[in-house]
Every structure is written in structure tokens, then in C-alpha cells.
């Protein structure tokens, strides 16, 4: 049987923790929200899983690879963000055979698809639809593929249920539609207990599940049910009572005190701050029994600490190339600037504002200049942009680099500069003819930075030597 997952919702209503990440990906009791729904049908007889994504598609692949995980194969279907499902079922129709399961992944419910199809199966209609507690949940056996099915829509749809369908009340749901049913619906988990649904972890004590690498000392509870993700410190100062939930690679500094709180993962909370009734993301505070959202600018207080890490450490191989490419391209410098004073004696340098990869302490993406050569030979006009491959602030290899000026210009579902994956050299110099539409570049692009590894690096690597030896390197560019 086939399955397909509709994770195309952009997340505004979740703002701002949907800021860098798409709603699939949030991190519900410390698990993706996505896998959930794959846990669930994984106990289903379902074979192939037609996954619809939009923003931050690399993302979602990344985490979820193929399906061997869950004895499943994935196929991803790109589509703009919150498109209409009954269109994208049209569109995607010959690809599925009836009867097969339609759903969204990012919404929350308990486990129920095996429960759901062993009694859909023996209904003869059309499509029939699951609900629980009166609402629909997202979830139907779809027979013909022209049937209307409105619980699959994106805000949601609060018509009455189709005539035909399966009542699940046993079962627990949440469209996660605003930021306090995420509040509510994470710590409900922690709190019902229920092991099929929260991350594994070593108990320190009866009430404090922890995650691998992290450091927790039992006695800073003061009761509750409290989970900790992996590779997370938690002072030895710090108060905790449950329910709370501290994601991964959080850093809790000394004499905090936390409680009926979610603390996303990545965040930095600062010496004797006191968080209650609270969604923690990076810099932001929101208040839920307030309703009220603060941004945080002092650093020593609350901040991200997640990107900027990922930002330093995960191209380093590429840093380590860009430092080494610098050095040895220092004798071209003068050659470049020579040329470029006989025709722009009055403006030797081009300056531009673009879109960093690291980030502030406060989570914002850092604005930076970078400086090119006013010279129309490509390797000559680039040189000086190694100096922020060099610092980490672009890629050896990557996607075109944002300007500051044009930054808010790009669709709310074009993701590829979220991954920090912005690059001196792309598809457009290595793959690409010289004056392919800009189109196709962005699409290349888009594949270009899910391909990772140092074998990867090894061969645009060689394609980037190669390259210095034909004229299209030398050859000035038209304007």
C-alpha cells in the first residue's frame, strides 16, 4: 500500500519558532514532529511514502533519508508551500494507485493508522476519514482519487467530518495551530508518560529522563516530569520542576530556575534567569499564559548557540581549503589589482553587503562585505572573497550568496539559504553552461548543497583545478 504525507505548511502561525525550520521539523518532546506520522505507519501495511515538502526540503530529506529506518521507501514531491491537496493529489495522481492512505505530518496524533485501516478497509466508499473527539485527524483511506477530502487543508478546514467516517476517540490529536497548543501538547507527552512516544534516555531519577552526552544532576529537581535531550548541560545550580522540556544542545547556566516550559534546542539560557509558563526558542521568550512574545538583545541572557557552532564546525574542511587557497593565491593579488587600476583607476574594489552563514549571538543572520576585484576576469574579480571562505562566513562550494539589499525578495518556501550553505563556487561556475537562465541555476542549486561529504568535496575540488585551465576561467566576463 501507498502513503502520502503532506508536510507543506510554511508555519507562520508558529512564528517565531518556525523562523528556521519548517512545522515538520519542530521539535515536539524532543522528536521531529514528521516522525510521529512515520512511527505510526511504519506498523501499518504501507510499503512506499510519497512525502509532500516545501520549505526547508533538504532539511526534512536529510533527517529522513530514503525510509530504510522505518522499513518504508520515500520519495519526496517538491511543491510551493501550502498548496491546495486536492490540486497536488491531481497533480501527483499518477504516481499513486488506490486505495492508499492520505495525511498530513505536521500535526500531531497519537498512534492510530493501524487501528484506523483495519476498520476503514471494510467500508466500500469513496474516501473515509478519521476522526477523533469530533475533529477530523487529518488522516484517510482514500478509493477514488477525485474525492473531496477538506481535512487535508492547510489552515485547517473545520467543516463537519465527511459523512463517512471512523471515530478514533481513543486516540489523541493536535493541529498545533498556535504557539500555546505546542506548549500544551509537548508537555502533555511527558506528563501521560507514554514511552512509545517520547525519546529513549537514561532515567537518573524517577522523573528526569536524559539524553545521551548530556549533564544533569538529579538533585536540581523539584518534582515534575522532566525530559533532556542529548548533549545538553544543565548546571548543577539550576532549579528544574516539572513538567519541562530541554531540547538538545541546550546550555542552562548557573542559579536558573525553569518550569512548565519547553526550551528548544540549541538555546542558551543566562545565570539566574527565571522562566515559567514559557516556549524558549534561541532569543525569543514567549509567555503562553500571556499570550506575549519578547525578543531577547542581550546575549548573557538568552541566545542561539546551535547555528553558530554548526556554522564554525561543519564546513571546516572547507575553511581549512580556503585558508590554504588564500595563501598560495596571495602572488595573483597584485597582478589582479594592476589590471584592474589600468581600467577602474577610480574604483579598484566592489563592495556588496551579502548574507553571512554564521549568526549573531542573538540567532540573526550576520550581515558582512564582501569585497570583489572590478575586473571582468572571473578568477581575478573572486579573489578576495576566499577571505571569508577563510573565516567561515561563506562556503568553498555552495549556493549564490544573498544580498543584503534583495534578502526579504526570496519566497517564503525557497529555503536554500537556511542551511547555511551560501558558497563561492556553485553549479553556475562548475556545471552549468555560462549564461544558463537563472532558473535552472536555482534549481541546480537546490541539489547541489544536499550533496555532502568529503568524497563530494574531493571532486568539486578537482572540477574547480580544472577549471583554472580553461579560458573560461580567464575569458572576461560580458556585461
Given at each position: 500500500?501507498?502513503a502520502?504525507?503532506f508536510?507543506?505548511?510554511?508555519?507562520?502561525?508558529?512564528a517565531?519558532?518556525?523562523?528556521n525550520?519548517c512545522?515538520?521539523?519542530?521539535?515536539?518532546?524532543?522528536r521531529?514532529?514528521?516522525?510521529?506520522?512515520?512511527?505510526?505507519?511504519?506498523k501499518?501495511?504501507?510499503?512506499?511514502?510519497?512525502?509532500?515538502?516545501?520549505?526547508h526540503a533538504?532539511?526534512?530529506?536529510?533527517?529522513f533519508?530514503?525510509?530504510e529506518?522505518?522499513?518504508?521507501?520515500?520519495?519526496?514531491?517538491?511543491?510551493r508551500?501550502?498548496?491546495?491537496p486536492?490540486?497536488l493529489?491531481?497533480?501527483?495522481?499518477?504516481?499513486l494507485?488506490?486505495?492508499f492512505?492520505?495525511?498530513?505530518g505536521d500535526v500531531?496524533?497519537?498512534?492510530?493508522?493501524s487501528?484506523?485501516?483495519?476498520?476503514a478497509?471494510t467500508?466500500?466508499t469513496?474516501?473515509?476519514?478519521a476522526?477523533?473527539?469530533?475533529n477530523?485527524a487529518?488522516?484517510?483511506?482514500?478509493n477514488?482519487?477525485h474525492?473531496k477530502?477538506?481535512?487535508l487543508?492547510?489552515?485547517?478546514?473545520?467543516?463537519?467530518?465527511?459523512k463517512?467516517h471512523?471515530?478514533?476517540?481513543?486516540?489523541?490529536?493536535?493541529?498545533?495551530d498556535?504557539?500555546?497548543?505546542f506548549h500544551?501538547?509537548?508537555?502533555?507527552?511527558?506528563?501521560?508518560?507514554k514511552?512509545?512516544?517520547i525519546?529513549?534516555g537514561r532515567?537518573?531519577?524517577?522523573?528526569?529522563?536524559?539524553?545521551?552526552?548530556?549533564?544533569?544532576?538529579?538533585?536540581?529537581?523539584d518534582?515534575?516530569?522532566?525530559?533532556v535531550?542529548?548533549?545538553?548541560?544543565?548546571?548543577?545550580s539550576a532549579?528544574m520542576?516539572g513538567p519541562?522540556?530541554?531540547g538538545?544542545?541546550?546550555?542552562?547556566?548557573?542559579?536558573?530556575?525553569?518550569?512548565?516550559?519547553?526550551?528548544?534546542p540549541?538555546?542558551y539560557?543566562?545565570e539566574?534567569l527565571a522562566?515559567?509558563?514559557?516556549i524558549i526558542?534561541?532569543?525569543h521568550?514567549?509567555?503562553?499564559?500571556?499570550?506575549s512574545?519578547?525578543?531577547v538583545a542581550d546575549p548573557?541572557?538568552?541566545s542561539?548557540?546551535e547555528?553558530?557552532v554548526?556554522a564554525l564546525?561543519?564546513?571546516?574542511?572547507?575553511?581549512?581549503l580556503?585558508i590554504?587557497?588564500?595563501?598560495?593565491?596571495?602572488?595573483?593579488?597584485?597582478?589582479?589589482l594592476a589590471?584592474?587600476?589600468l581600467?577602474?583607476?577610480?574604483q579598484?574594489?566592489?563592495r556588496?553587503?551579502?548574507?553571512?552563514?554564521?549568526?549573531?549571538?542573538c540567532?540573526?543572520p550576520?550581515?558582512?562585505?564582501?569585497?570583489?576585484?572590478?575586473?571582468?576576469?572571473?578568477?581575478?574579480r573572486k579573489l578576495?572573497?576566499l577571505?571569508?571562505?577563510?573565516?567561515?562566513?561563506?562556503r568553498?562550494?555552495?549556493?549564490e550568496p544573498?544580498?543584503a539589499?534583495?534578502?526579504?525578495?526570496?519566497?517564503?518556501w525557497?529555503?536554500?539559504?537556511?542551511?547555511?550553505?551560501?558558497?563561492l563556487l556553485g553549479p553556475?561556475q562548475?556545471?552549468l553552461p555560462?549564461?544558463?537562465?537563472?532558473e535552472e541555476?536555482?534549481?541546480?542549486?537546490?541539489?547541489?548543497?544536499?550533496?555532502k561529504g568529503?568524497?563530494?568535496?574531493?571532486?568539486?575540488?578537482?572540477?574547480?583545478i580544472t577549471?583554472?585551465f580553461?579560458?573560461r576561467?580567464?575569458?572576461?566576463?560580458s556585461h
Amino acid at each position: 500500500m501507498q502513503a502520502i504525507i503532506f508536510a507543506n505548511r510554511i508555519g507562520h502561525e508558529l512564528a517565531p519558532l518556525c523562523d528556521n525550520r519548517c512545522p515538520a521539523l519542530l521539535p515536539l518532546a524532543n522528536r521531529p514532529l514528521l516522525e510521529y506520522t512515520l512511527d505510526d505507519l511504519a506498523k501499518t501495511e504501507v510499503e512506499e511514502v510519497f512525502i509532500v515538502i516545501s520549505a526547508h526540503a533538504d532539511q526534512i530529506e536529510a533527517n529522513f533519508g530514503n525510509g530504510e529506518m522505518w522499513g518504508m521507501r520515500f520519495r519526496y514531491l517538491l511543491c510551493r508551500g501550502e498548496e491546495s491537496p486536492e490540486l497536488l493529489l491531481q497533480r501527483f495522481s499518477s504516481l499513486l494507485k488506490a486505495p492508499f492512505v492520505a495525511l498530513r505530518g505536521d500535526v500531531f496524533r497519537s498512534p492510530v493508522c493501524s487501528h484506523f485501516l483495519q476498520k476503514a478497509k471494510t467500508h466500500d466508499t469513496p474516501a473515509i476519514e478519521a476522526v477523533i473527539a469530533g475533529n477530523s485527524a487529518a488522516l484517510y483511506l482514500v478509493n477514488n482519487h477525485h474525492e473531496k477530502i477538506p481535512g487535508l487543508s492547510w489552515p485547517r478546514n473545520n467543516e463537519i467530518p465527511l459523512k463517512q467516517h471512523i471515530e478514533c476517540n481513543e486516540s489523541l490529536f493536535s493541529s498545533l495551530d498556535n504557539l500555546a497548543a505546542f506548549h500544551q501538547t509537548s508537555l502533555s507527552l511527558i506528563k501521560d508518560g507514554k514511552s512509545c512516544l517520547i525519546p529513549s534516555g537514561r532515567k537518573i531519577a524517577e522523573d528526569i529522563t536524559v539524553g545521551r552526552l548530556s549533564k544533569v544532576t538529579p538533585n536540581s529537581s523539584d518534582g515534575g516530569k522532566i525530559l533532556v535531550g542529548n548533549k545538553t548541560h544543565i548546571d548543577a545550580s539550576a532549579r528544574m520542576q516539572g513538567p519541562l522540556i530541554i531540547g538538545h544542545h541546550c546550555f542552562i547556566d548557573k542559579s536558573t530556575s525553569l518550569s512548565n516550559s519547553v526550551i528548544l534546542p540549541g538555546t542558551y539560557v543566562g545565570e539566574g534567569l527565571a522562566v515559567e509558563n514559557a516556549i524558549i526558542s534561541g532569543h525569543h521568550l514567549i509567555r503562553v499564559d500571556f499570550a506575549s512574545h519578547i525578543p531577547v538583545a542581550d546575549p548573557l541572557l538568552l541566545s542561539n548557540i546551535e547555528n553558530e557552532v554548526n556554522a564554525l564546525l561543519s564546513p571546516l574542511p572547507e575553511r581549512l581549503l580556503g585558508i590554504f587557497l588564500l595563501l598560495i593565491s596571495l602572488p595573483l593579488w597584485p597582478i589582479a589589482l594592476a589590471l584592474t587600476l589600468l581600467k577602474n583607476s577610480h574604483q579598484p574594489m566592489h563592495r556588496e553587503p551579502i548574507i553571512s552563514n554564521r549568526t549573531n549571538l542573538c540567532g540573526e543572520p550576520r550581515q558582512v562585505v564582501g569585497w570583489q576585484f572590478n575586473t571582468s576576469i572571473p578568477l581575478f574579480r573572486k579573489l578576495p572573497m576566499l577571505w571569508l571562505v577563510s573565516r567561515g562566513d561563506l562556503r568553498l562550494f555552495g549556493c549564490e550568496p544573498l544580498s543584503a539589499a534583495t534578502q526579504t525578495n526570496s519566497p517564503c518556501w525557497d529555503s536554500r539559504h537556511d542551511v547555511n550553505a551560501a558558497g563561492l563556487l556553485g553549479p553556475a561556475q562548475l556545471d552549468l553552461p555560462r549564461n544558463s537562465p537563472e532558473e535552472e541555476i536555482r534549481l541546480n542549486e537546490i541539489t547541489f548543497i544536499q550533496e555532502k561529504g568529503l568524497f563530494t568535496l574531493g571532486l568539486r575540488l578537482l572540477k574547480a583545478i580544472t577549471l583554472l585551465f580553461t579560458a573560461r576561467a580567464w575569458q572576461p566576463m560580458s556585461h
